[in-house]
């Protein structure tokens, strides 16, 4: 017995000893919540990323004691809830955020699932043929209609709402459609990085709008480099270009003889001595 707590309390200050370490050598301490990640998933994540992050998993309580004499601040610690997992990187919270989600793979759904988005099941041909399995459509109330020899869905259908729960059924028809709503893998729950705190949704960038709002800003910096003349090597050519067709039209709409503007010049006037003699014929001249 005595053996066996000596066992324990080494292996304890084993665990706690690593955790310091690790605390030491990377800048940002993020906690991972492991719902739904199962240990293959989490083997793989260890695997392709052991370069650049340190996935330890320990029970809270240990996790809570290292990080204290670490220096941490009880409010990171209070975050350790439930299943969770500790992440040792040198990458940002922001970029960790990115990196784990786009690692995230999705997995069919088992009852008491909790969704994390609404799930839709699309319109169109389901490849099954009719049969009891209409019935499991209806009860979910997804229209449907048989044509030649399958079951059709009528239209986009929202059959759950993101946070709701997955019913025994519903993961049922789920299933036989091939549908796998549920994302699961690693994603920042709480992380810890100079001195500053973040929670999920600090973090959460919707790379997308990101760009377009990039993309408008500098559309926007272009238009008015170019208003305003600014000479740089993006907006010079552009500038150049516009004095230019400047140039040309006071040029030829003054007359102004060059060899650049001369056809232009010939051919204003000539369209002018039509015009010209054209109304000079309707007064009979």
Known sequence: MQVSLRSRRAE??????????????????????????????LMELRRKFRKNVEITVIKNKIASMALKQAGMNEKFTDELRGQSALLFTNIDPFKLYTLLEKNKVNLPARPGDVTTEDITIPAGNTGIPPGP??????????????????????????????????????????SRLGMKPIRAGLSVSTAFSDGLMFHEKDIMLDLEEYQSYIKEAYLNAKALAIGASYPTKEILPMVIGRYEHEARTLAVASGYLSKDVMVEILARHNREAIILHSQLREKGY
């Open 12 to 41: 304890k200050e084993r665990t706690v000893g690593r955790v310091l370490s690790l605390k030491k050598k990377y800048a940002t301490i993020a906690i991972s919540r492991l719902h739904k990640v199962r240990a293959s998933q």
């Open 133 to 174: 399995v209409l019935s499991e459509f209806k009860e979910v109330k997804v229209p449907t209609r048989i044509d030649s020899g399958s079951i059709w869905v009528s239209k986009d259908t929202v059959v759950v709402g993101k946070g709701d729960v997955i019913s025994p059924k519903l993961a049922s028809l789920l």
